[in-house]
């Protein structure tokens, strides 16, 4: 039997749970065994039937999921002897100098405080202003506006690097196996 992987994503709108897809695609073609699952408060995390974690999480106004950090805090002990991978999915990530964990601050801000053990990847999300909601589409908006980012509500802009998200996969899937 091959090396499990649990593969957690969270999100709103929807591309973390894309990203999610085509990592474990990735992963499954390495030859591992995955299960994937959506980011929530009894997340199933169990030591005896997973190997590793991957967890595709974005970022919603600058904070990450509470789930993500009680993700981490409930498994702790397990997370800091097992590969895991956290793929931060982010709008700012759309500038190509945000895509460094070590230069991401939400990314900085999560490791901080969370004291997440494993490796981290900053990705690219998308934006969707028809599918969001008034008070969403005006926040992001303003946002944008802050970034220099596009402010058309009829935009709809898949920002993700495929390229990157499965270059990701596979050093994760190497480093899974191993």
Do not use: C
């Not at 957690?8 to 073609?29: N, T, Y």
């Not at 002897?81 to 999560?110: G, I, N």
């Not at 402010?151 to 596979?170: F, G, K, N």
């Amino acid at each position: 039997m091959g090396k499990r992987v649990l593969v957690v994503h969270g999100g709103r709108f929807g591309q973390s749970a894309k990203i999610a897809r085509a990592m474990d695609e990735v992963l499954q073609a390495a030859g591992l065994e995955t299960e994937v699952t959506e980011l929530g408060r009894s997340t199933a995390v169990d030591p005896a039937r997973h190997d590793a974690l991957l967890l595709v999480t974005s970022v919603r106004y600058g904070y990450f999921d509470r789930n993500a950090y009680r993700l981490v805090e409930r498994h702790r002990g397990w997370l800091e002897s097992a590969p895991s991978q956290l793929v931060t999915v982010s709008l700012t990530a759309r500038k190509d100098e945000k895509r460094d964990p070590q230069e991401h601050s939400y990314t900085q801000k999560f490791l901080a405080k969370s004291g997440w053990p494993g490796a981290a990847e900053v990705v690219a999300g998308a934006l969707d202003y028809p599918r969001y909601r008034i008070w969403d589409r005006l926040a992001i908006q303003l946002i944008m506006k802050i970034t220099d980012g596009p402010t058309d509500p009829t935009l709809s802009i898949e920002y993700t690097d495929w390229q990157q998200v499965r270059a990701a996969a596979r050093r994760f899937a190497a480093s899974a196996a191993g």
